[in-house]
């Protein structure tokens, strides 16, 4: 049965345009969303307005090979005279200059999340291994990985804080590949206010089961000021 | 409600025109709106989908549903960022569907919080979406938990059951974020 409360259409075309609103009843939802213009209103508020939680999305630009997939599936072409060819081209590059210019500094206008502090975990022969980004403000750590050695089955390589006069804090399992953020506890975030280095070292899988490192310590990084 | 909320800028216009062009059947128009928002649209896309090639098959069927659809698209209808912006959204979330994965259980590094965002005048550099300052002001009556919750549903696809993991929180409490946290903003933004 539809909701005839406003205040529930409201809520659901809020969850709908959160993304919330999940399974069939994000199917149905949209079904009935084509057919009410009283729920089509509510969520375009909504999604006019959560957008803002989009700001801090860096634009990224797409492979090129996109752009003539999307013709071909649209069996289109963009091709033109070339006499209108050049005019259309002065006058998209005035226009899209001021226009790029504009959402471009639109996206950069907001102050720009700057990390604390970094480190970088090298092997030996300096191969980058880790780049780590501590965002203090955030308390949020992020661990890029770039050239990892062999690894052992079944072991992970776990982070350490090297608190000065205290016992390591573990900040987590270093990602294998790619990147990963996590939060900080008040605890980590204090040991890494007291900590000149980092430590990386080999545990069980999921991590050591102490809380204290109980494998090699393979890797140890100054922390610095990011530059 | 703020008065310059309703009032289209001149970005607006040009996506309005362009999307105007295509329901024409113009391809160069879709040329020049993809070179405009494909950037911010794909940005959108991976973030939720985590993988690249499914990213970019998402941006395609994008392009295709802007095209397709530019005819329904009018200036009643709101702003075309956010009626393009949500196409992908969508998108992405019905990828996610198909392919009958979750996203990671790992947070994307924070480039900038919505809600650590100054409030914007009218004169600055953002005013082409006016109601910013408005919803800024709103967002930022929010509690750490309740916009968290509703940056990782919104910008990274999480769902209420990842979103709790994520905040290591019960399910129950995190739904109570989200719901209480969508209440005080339209409560904001209506009053």
Redesign the interface.
């Known amino acids: 049965m539809k909701p005839d409360n406003p205040e529930v259409i409201?809520?659901l075309a809020?969850?709908y345009?959160?993304?919330?609103l999940?399974?069939p009843a994000?199917r149905r939802f949209e079904r009935w969303r084509a057919s009410t213009p009283f729920v089509d209103q509510r969520c375009?508020f909504w999604?006019?307005?959560?957008?803002?939680?989009?700001?801090?999305?860096?634009?990224?630009?797409?492979?090129a090979?996109?752009?003539p997939?999307?013709?071909r599936?649209?069996n289109?072409?963009?091709r033109?005279p070339v006499l209108r060819r050049i005019r259309?081209f002065a006058l998209?590059a005035s226009?899209?200059l001021v226009?790029?210019v504009?959402?471009l500094?639109?996206?950069r206008?907001?102050?720009?999340?700057r990390a604390t502090a970094v480190a970088t975990i090298s092997a030996k022969s300096g191969e980058h291994v880790w780049e780590l980004?501590v965002?203090g403000k955030?308390n949020?750590l992020?661990a890029h990985a770039a050239k990892l050695p062999a690894r052992l089955p079944g072991s992970d390589y776990e982070l350490w804080a090297l608190p000065k006069g205290a016992a390591p804090v573990s900040l987590g399992i270093l990602?294998a590949a790619g990147?990963?953020?996590?939060?900080l506890t008040a605890i980590q975030k204090q040991a890494l206010a007291l900590s000149s280095q980092v430590a990386v070292s080999i545990e069980p899988l999921g991590g050591s089961p102490t809380g204290q490192p109980t494998g090699t310590i393979v890797y140890v990084a100054p922390l610095r000021a990011p530059s | 409600m703020n008065p310059l909320a309703e009032r289209p800028s001149e970005f607006d216009e040009l996506l309005q025109s362009l999307l105007g062009r295509c329901a024409a059947a113009d391809s160069i128009a879709l040329q020049r709106l993809y070179e405009l928002v494909s950037p911010i649209l794909f940005a959108c896309v991976t973030r939720i989908l985590r993988r690249r090639a499914l990213a970019e098959e998402a941006l395609q069927d994008v392009f295709i549903s802007i095209w397709q659809q530019a005819g329904q698209f009018t200036a009643a209808r709101g702003r075309p960022m956010a009626w393009m912006m949500s196409i992908a959204r969508y998108r992405a979330i019905d990828l996610m569907r198909r392919e009958r994965f979750a996203p990671m259980l790992v947070a994307q590094p924070p480039e900038h919080r919505a809600s650590d965002a100054e409030p914007e005048s009218e004169g600055s550099s953002a005013a082409w979406l006016p109601s910013a300052e408005l919803m800024q002001r709103c967002l930022a009556l929010l509690s750490d938990q309740q916009t968290h919750c509703l940056e990782l549903a919104f910008v990274e696809g999480q769902s209420h059951e990842n979103i709790a993991r994520l905040m290591d929180s019960p399910l129950g409490t995190v739904k109570s974020w989200i719901r209480r946290g969508l209440r005080s903003l339209r409560q904001c933004l209506e009053s």
């Open positions: 409201d809520r809020a969850e345009a959160l993304g919330t999940r399974g994000r375009r999604e006019e307005r959560l957008m803002h939680l989009a700001k801090g999305l860096t634009p990224v630009q797409p492979p090979h996109v752009w997939a999307i013709l599936r649209l289109l072409t963009t033109q259309s998209a226009v899209l226009v790029g504009a959402a500094v639109y996206w206008s907001l102050p720009a999340i980004e965002f955030e949020r992020v990602p990147a990963s953020s996590r939060p």
